[in-house]
């Protein structure tokens, strides 16, 4: 399926950068920090964390089940909080 392989990749690059220390470097004309390269990610290689591969995987079945809510916008809140938010984006189950 592609959107789990697409998902798949991107939570392997926020894994990575997760577990990147951050250096100071000079800031980019808009005031950001610049990124690191394809190659820079990719050599770090750190297992996702559970709590993470969670999330993908809710995420891939709000997607595939059309759950109600917003299912892009539960998979941020679930990265940043560390739990999937089920009064956003409840599945079926979970309505009831």
């Known amino acids: 399926m592609r959107v789990a392989e697409i998902l ?16 100071e470097e000079a800031p980019t004309e808009e005031g950001t920090e610049t990124a690191q390269t394809g190659d820079q990610v990719e050599a770090a290689g750190q297992p996702i ?8 995987m809710t995420y891939t079945r709000c997607v595939d089940e059309k759950w ?13 909080q560390r739990k999937w ?8 189950r979970d309505r009831n």
């Open 68 to 80: 109600d809510g917003k299912c892009d916008e539960c998979l941020l809140l679930c990265v940043g």
């Open 8 to 23: 798949k990749a991107l939570a392997e690059v926020y894994a990575t950068l997760e577990s990147t220390p951050v250096t």
């Open 85 to 92: 938010p089920k009064d956003r984006c409840p599945s079926p």
């Open 49 to 56: 964390p559970r709590w993470r591969r969670k999330c993908i």
